[in-house]
């Protein structure tokens, strides 16, 4: 079984920062492009920020200059380190991941998507 558990949502105060992670787990082969989303309430997921195999990265005009995505192969895990926190920032963040993964003697692809965790900027 395949999953992903984030980590590092929580309470911060306007201007603050935060460093979200996500682990994969599971019989992977190959860990592909890796995201993170949010959904704030009453409102559509959205993509935050990706990031290839091969380290490029792509963000939304709204945490540009602010959020860095990053990734750690040997440990299959993607971060998100948010800097000047915002309260329209507040939201349920979700990472997601396309890997490969060894089912039985057969390989597959699979788009796997984490729980979630709650990120709230408020002072």
């Known amino acids: 079984q395949v999953q992903l558990v984030e980590s590092g949502g929580g309470l911060v105060q306007p201007g603050g920062s935060l460093r979200l992670s996500c682990a994969a787990s599971?019989?992977?082969?190959?860990?592909?492009?890796m995201g993170w989303h949010r959904q704030a309430p009453g409102k559509q997921r959205e993509l935050v920020a990706s990031i290839t195999s091969g380290g490029t990265t792509n963000y939304a005009d709204s945490v540009k200059g602010r959020f860095t995505i990053s990734r750690d192969n040997a440990k299959n895990t993607v971060y998100l380190q948010m800097n000047v926190l915002k309260p329209e920032d507040t939201a349920v963040y979700y990472c997601?991941?396309?890997?490969?993964?060894?089912?039985?003697?057969?390989?597959?692809?699979?788009?796997?998507w984490g729980q979630g965790t709650l990120v709230t900027v408020s002072s």
């Open positions: 599971g019989s992977i082969v190959r860990m592909n492009a």
């Open positions: 997601n991941a396309n890997l490969i993964y060894v089912n039985g003697i057969a390989y597959r692809n699979l788009e796997v």
